[in-house]
């Protein structure tokens, strides 16, 4: 018995759920899967498969056996696709994890084009705003925005800045007017981004001019965790917003928010938060690694003009 073609054939019929429909899928006869199964599971001394006439199915060892398998023949798969992607032309699968909001402003439009440019990848891309674990989520590339010294054991690639803007809708400082500083925001209904705490947290925005540095402790009626909630209460006047500026460019020129303190880089941190790509060691020599990030920092370097 070859062990390696019994196991992809029982992924395929734990797939399939029946052993004809393997078959036609493996490009086999139907008898050829019956005695590949039978001889798997008297090697191993298990039942791994329930046949009844309309359906095969998993035992409890066949599920637990099946798991393992899976995992298995997915690392030698990797470990295979990853001496192919060591030479000069990228190739196979690429798995990469990229922020909600952002990915659908500034990834998508050029995602296009990388794939021209790179026609035997792949992109599996994930799409979630949490911080990804590039180890059990199997990710090649996490694009992130934050503070790149988070997890020293990653490859990290300063892709762009992500200079932050305070924007306002003219209908919310119509009626309750501009602050003059960055100090008067202490007056005024703040939308917040919530980095953890709950809505008690305190929360502080740092402004930098010439003259130095000041930081303000915000207060408002709405905090969460997704930027695309915090634009569209800023659209509907319901308070001043510190957003990406690739968020609100769009709006700041169709004169649907003005912005505030334009003397002052702003942020919501003491330090610097960029746009970045992390991987892990391990795929320092993928080709299409490599390529992926050079792509986005040629792209991401560029203005966004949309």
């Given at each position: 018995?070859?062990?390696?073609?019994?196991?992809?054939?029982?992924?395929?019929?734990?797939?399939?759920?029946?052993?004809?429909?393997?078959?036609?899928?493996?490009?086999?006869?139907?008898?050829?899967?019956?005695?590949?199964?039978?001889?798997?599971?008297?090697?191993?001394?298990?039942?791994?498969?329930?046949?009844?006439?309309?359906?095969?199915?998993?035992?409890?060892?066949?599920?637990?056996?099946?798991?393992?398998?899976?995992?298995?023949?997915?690392?030698?798969?990797?470990?295979?696709?990853?001496?192919?992607?060591?030479?000069?032309?990228?190739?196979?699968?690429?798995?990469?994890?990229?922020?909600?909001?952002?990915?659908?402003?500034?990834?998508?439009?050029?995602?296009?084009?990388?794939?021209?440019?790179?026609?035997?990848?792949?992109?599996?891309?994930?799409?979630?705003?949490?911080?990804?674990?590039?180890?059990?989520?199997?990710?090649?590339?996490?694009?992130?925005?934050?503070?790149?010294?988070?997890?020293?054991?990653?490859?990290?690639?300063?892709?762009?800045?992500?200079?932050?803007?305070?924007?306002?809708?003219?209908?919310?400082?119509?009626?309750?007017?501009?602050?003059?500083?960055?100090?008067?925001?202490?007056?005024?209904?703040c939308l917040r981004f919530a980095y953890g705490?709950?809505?008690?947290?305190?929360?502080?925005?740092?402004?930098?001019?010439?003259?130095?540095?000041?930081?303000?402790?915000?207060?408002?009626?709405?905090?969460?965790?997704?930027?695309?909630?915090?634009?569209?209460?800023?659209?509907?006047?319901?308070?001043?917003?510190?957003?990406?500026?690739?968020?609100?460019?769009?709006?700041?020129?169709?004169?649907?928010?003005?912005?505030?303190?334009?003397?002052?880089?702003?942020?919501?941190?003491?330090?610097?938060?960029?746009?970045?790509?992390?991987?892990?060691?391990?795929?320092?020599?993928?080709?299409?690694?490599?390529?992926?990030?050079?792509?986005?920092?040629?792209?991401?370097?560029?203005?966004?003009?949309?």
């Amino acid at each position: 018995m070859d062990k390696l073609q019994a196991l992809n054939t029982l992924l395929e019929v734990a797939r399939e759920g029946g052993f004809a429909k393997a078959a036609r899928r493996l490009g086999v006869a139907t008898s050829s899967v019956t005695r590949l199964m039978d001889a798997l599971e008297a090697s191993l001394g298990a039942a791994l498969l329930t046949r009844t006439p309309r359906k095969v199915s998993l035992t409890d060892a066949g599920v637990a056996y099946v798991d393992q398998v899976g995992r298995l023949l997915d690392d030698l798969a990797e470990a295979d696709e990853s001496v192919f992607d060591s030479g000069a032309a990228p190739v196979g699968a690429l798995r990469v994890a990229v922020p909600s909001t952002f990915g659908r402003l500034r990834l998508a439009g050029h995602l296009a084009a990388f794939m021209a440019e790179h026609p035997r990848v792949v992109l599996d891309l994930v799409v979630a705003d949490h911080y990804a674990d590039l180890v059990t989520e199997r990710i090649d590339v996490a694009v992130r925005i934050g503070v790149p010294d988070r997890d020293g054991t990653l490859i990290v690639r300063k892709l762009a800045d992500n200079p932050r803007v305070v924007v306002a809708s003219g209908g919310y400082l119509r009626q309750r007017g501009t602050p003059a500083s960055p100090a008067h925001l202490a007056e005024h209904e703040c939308l917040r981004f919530a980095y953890g705490g709950g809505p008690r947290a305190r929360q502080e925005w740092t402004f930098r001019a010439k003259g130095g540095e000041t930081r303000v402790e915000v207060q408002g009626h709405l905090l969460s965790n997704n930027l695309d909630m915090l634009l569209q209460a800023a659209l509907a006047g319901r308070g001043i917003a510190l957003l990406p500026a690739w968020l609100v460019d769009a709006d700041v020129r169709a004169g649907r928010l003005v912005r505030l303190f334009d003397s002052h880089e702003a942020s919501p941190h003491e330090k610097a938060v960029v746009i970045h790509a992390a991987y892990l060691p391990n795929r320092r020599q993928s080709s299409k690694v490599r390529a992926l990030v050079r792509f986005l920092e040629a792209r991401l370097a560029a203005p966004d003009t949309t």
